[in-house]
């Protein structure tokens, strides 16, 4: 007995239901659902993931519906202050005090990282 899929008409009928605004409030809920998850299960911690998700949803955020970004921004500047926290960020120490030698690129790169830290309601 083979089971045959939806019919055109049924694909057409679904197609027309979805609205991108919808797909996009998933986009970001996923994204800030996944940047979480990278930065509190300890089998999938990695932080620059984390912050890739981070910033593809801060950056979807604008295209958000008005009625649905006041949760999604709630979420998102607990994740935010969760990268921060586990990240170190905030509390490391000057290029001089690290061990190792930084080259002036990576030097640059690192303030400019810095520059981006969140803080809630920006």
């Known amino acids: 007995m083979s089971t045959q899929g939806p019919s ?3 694909l057409i009928a679904a197609l027309r239901q979805v609205k991108v605004e919808d797909v996009v409030v998933q986009t970001v809920a996923t994204l800030v659902n ?14 620059a993931e984390a912050k ?7 950056a979807m955020l604008p295209l958000c519906p008005e009625d649905s970004v006041a949760p999604i921004k709630d ?3 607990q994740v935010q202050m969760i990268y921060v926290k586990e ?12 061990a190792g030698e930084e080259t002036d690129r990576e030097a640059e ?5 810095r520059a981006k830290i969140w803080t809630p309601g920006s």
Do not use: H, M, N, Y
């Open 52 to 58: 890739k998700a981070i910033d593809a949803a801060r």
């Open 87 to 98: 990240s170190g960020e905030q509390g490391a120490p000057p290029a001089e005090e690290r």
């Open 34 to 47: 996944l940047a979480g998850q990278k930065l509190t299960v300890p089998e999938a911690k990695d932080a």
């Open 75 to 77: 979420a998102l500047a």
């Open 8 to 10: 055109e008409e049924e």
């Open 109 to 113: 790169e690192r303030a400019k990282a």
